[in-house]
């Protein structure tokens, strides 16, 4: 087998990346898919880091819009992200790949505090890391968590794994016409206004030229394509 394109990785995954073909929830069937693609690129020698979101199953903006105090609400959607990221690693661990959640906001007893030295070692150690609560700071997002940590972890690319096959001029879903981009700048996709990720984020990785790859998780196989250096989904970087 050709050697891996990239050697350290952080894979975001969105809470609707999770809920499979569903609107809210964690499918279990998706859980599985997941979990068996990261142990093909962990068998090939990459070692993955993961951040998770918790779109599926609440979101600080939404709350917020109702009324609610938007730092509660995010504070919510923070602990979101701890439940997948607890189903994440239950997944992961029935496919015998080792893995250790530490989590920006504390809870002992349920994951390890975030430490950036430890997450490290665990990495080097072949463990894979699901980075849980995002940057445990209301008004984020995972996205921004993904291109925080992957800084700190020096990752070589974020993968973006989406239900869509890369980044569009316009919603694929709504639009059938809509064109796919092989390839962007961090600039492009602020100009735009691409919805990628969100501004922030984007920001992070265009100033520490980190670049993204955004792909589609749902062909399953392409995270280790993507890993291989394989042209899929839309390359963001520059
Ligand atoms: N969140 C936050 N700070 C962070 C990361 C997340 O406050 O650093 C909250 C925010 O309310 C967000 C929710 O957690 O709506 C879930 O995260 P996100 O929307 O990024 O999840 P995804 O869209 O990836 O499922």
């Excluded at 790949?97 to 080097?124: G, L």
Aim: glycine letters at 10%.
């Amino acid at each position: 087998m050709n050697e891996p394109k990239y050697k350290r990785v952080v894979l975001k995954l969105s809470g609707e990346a999770l809920a499979g073909g569903n609107e809210y929830g964690i499918s279990q069937e998706t859980l599985n898919s997941i979990a068996k693609q990261v142990e093909q690129v962990k068998d090939a020698g990459v070692d993955v880091a993961i951040v998770v979101g918790g779109g599926n199953i609440w979101r600080g903006v939404a709350g917020s819009a109702k009324g609610m105090d938007r730092a509660t609400a995010d504070y919510m959607g923070m602990l979101a992200t701890v439940i997948n990221s607890l189903a994440l690693q239950d997944a992961l661990e029935n496919h015998g790949v080792d893995t250790r959640v530490q989590t920006a906001i504390e809870m002992r007893q349920i994951a390890e505090p975030y430490i950036r030295r430890k997450s490290i070692r665990h990495i080097e150690k072949g463990r894979v890391v699901i980075f849980a609560a995002g940057t445990g700071n209301p008004y984020f997002s995972t996205d921004t968590t993904a291109a925080l940590r992957a800084a700190e972890v020096e990752a070589e690319v974020i993968l973006m794994a989406k239900k869509v096959d890369g980044v569009f001029d316009s919603d694929p879903v709504q639009n059938p016409g809509a064109k796919m981009y092989k390839e962007l700048s961090y600039i492009e996709v602020l100009n735009k206004g691409l919805g990628v990720m969100d501004s922030t984020a984007a920001s992070l990785c265009m100033d520490n030229k980190i670049p993204l790859i955004v792909f589609n998780l749902n062909q399953e196989g392409n995270i280790l394509k993507a890993v291989m250096g394989k042209a899929i989904g839309t390359y963001v970087g520059r």
